[in-house]
Nanobody, 121 residues
């Protein structure tokens, strides 16, 4: 079994900051990409940021320059530092990891349960 557990969401005022964390655990062999998506009410889930095993990041245009994704391979953990938050960043944030596990020969995507981020005054 593989689990992804997120933490760090909450309520913050516009212009504030939050840091999300997501740890992958279980029968993991290798982790490739790790990243974050978000879904606002009534909206489709969208990619926020992704980081390759090499550490190379990519961001959506809506968060570029404000959010920073990073990972700690020793801890199987991905982080999302969110600065200069805007009300339109309000959403449920989901982490994901593309990995291989001892229980399956296939490289697959695994998802966390989601954490709420609300930006409001």
């Amino acid at each position: 079994q593989v689990q992804l557990v997120e933490s760090g969401g909450g309520l913050v005022q516009p212009g504030g900051s939050l840091r999300l964390s997501c740890e992958a655990s279980g029968s993991i062999l290798s982790i490739y990409h790790m990243g974050w998506h978000r879904q606002a009410p009534g909206q489709q889930r969208e990619l926020v940021a992704v980081i390759a095993s090499s550490g190379r990041p990519n961001y959506s245009d809506s968060v570029k320059g404000r959010f920073t994704i990073s990972r700690d391979n020793a801890k199987n953990t991905v982080y999302l530092q969110m600065n200069s938050l805007k009300p339109e960043d309000t959403a449920v944030y989901y982490c994901y990891s593309v990995l291989s596990a001892t229980t399956s020969p296939l490289v697959s995507a695994y998802w966390g349960q989601g954490t709420q981020v609300t930006v409001s005054s």
